[in-house]
């Protein structure tokens, strides 16, 4: 039974002109037949081939509405055929409702009433069943029209609002992806630079005692236990997906973390001179960033710049927001330790952009180079959404 619907759903318009033109043909040789009562004569005849030929036009009612319309129009006005004229304007009034439509749907009305006007017809009766027959056929029509491009269009709407559902899921996978890319850097570069650095200072200083070595390698056993751990917590983020805003994946530091930070690149050997004054209270968003910008700061002075002397300063208050510097002297070897991937400091322009601030990035007149932001004390993001209910409240 599918395979027999799917048949006729896949047929069904022409099996509608089939049997559009069979009752067409069924009503013209019963005119001509009713005409005929006393033998058939040359009208009778003319009226049979032009209603054959009006009603076969309508194979092609689909593809050239207009033509057919007028071949069945002239059929009416000298052969009084009227069924395959309201088919025609019937199909006419489905595929369009414009001018077109209203000067055929008049010059039937006049064919109508033109062929049938005749001492036994009354005309004003003509004239006012005529508009009831052709407008019947046309308001029909046009009632299928409009449904049918109604569901054409819900159609549309609900195919467009999937591709468009589908492809905002894509795109926020593709920004997770970003994002989990962009903190796994900027988790695991820091740790593995001073993997490098402690495993540098062994290679270059051989000489060195048990007891300098031992407390390297202990170094080294604790930064990878750290780098694992803080992989195995974004690989689990990845996992579970249960991340809002990447408020599970990113430390919240303060004043302590940073110190703590400084001391990793200091037990590293990296001469590291620290100014931090972040208050307890800047918001969750602003001290991450914070964190980052130090931590990429000195991850690039482990990877280019050898452990030269570097200087950290960090200073915020809730009236002139957060300022982060972060300053090597110029280094002495030129080539890097490590190589560099180039995103981290694009990842720092994004973030510092999000939260409203400016960073400016580039080498000291000293031959140096220097990090330096400057970001608002609260989310830039959120300061607007204020502004705007302020604007709102003053406005109501």
Known sequence: MRRWFAWFIRRAPRIRDLMFIGFSLLTIVAQAAAGSSGGWQARDWYVLA????????????????????????????????????????????????????????VAGYVAYVASYWSGNSDPFVLMFTGPFLIGTWVAVGAYVGARRDLMVSLRDRAERAESERELRAEQAR??????????MHDVLAHKVSLIALHAGGLE??????????ESSAGLIRETARQAME???????????DLSVAGADLAPVPRAADLARLVEASRAAGVKVTSDLALPDEVPASVGRTVYRI??????????????????????????????????????VAADAL???????????????????GRISTGPTQEGGWQVEAWLPWSDGRSEASEDKSDGEEGER
Do not use: C
């Open 50 to 105: 032009a209603g054959i030929v009006a009603s076969l036009a309508l194979w092609w009612r689909r593809r050239y509405p207009v033509m057919v319309t007028v071949v069945t129009i002239l059929a009416m006005a000298t052969a009084q055929i009227f069924v395959p004229m309201g088919l025609a304007l019937l199909t006419l009034s489905i595929r369009r409702r414009d001018t077109m439509l209203v000067i055929l749907s």
């Open 294 to 331: 130090v931590q990429e700061g000195l991850t690039n002075v482990h990877k280019h710049a050898r452990g030269v002397t570097t200087e950290v300063l960090v200073r915020g208050a809730a009236g002139t927001g957060v300022t982060v510097r972060v300053t090597n002297v110029r280094p």
């Open 338 to 356: 490590l190589p560099g991937s180039g995103a981290g400091l694009v990842g720092l322009r994004e973030r510092v952009g999000l939260s409203g």
């Open 174 to 183: 593709l920004g997770e992806r970003a994002r989990i890319a962009q903190e």
């Open 204 to 213: 270059v200083n051989p000489a060195v005692g048990p007891e300098k070595v």
């Open 230 to 240: 803080d992989l195995r917590e974004v690989l689990g983020v990845l996992r579970t």
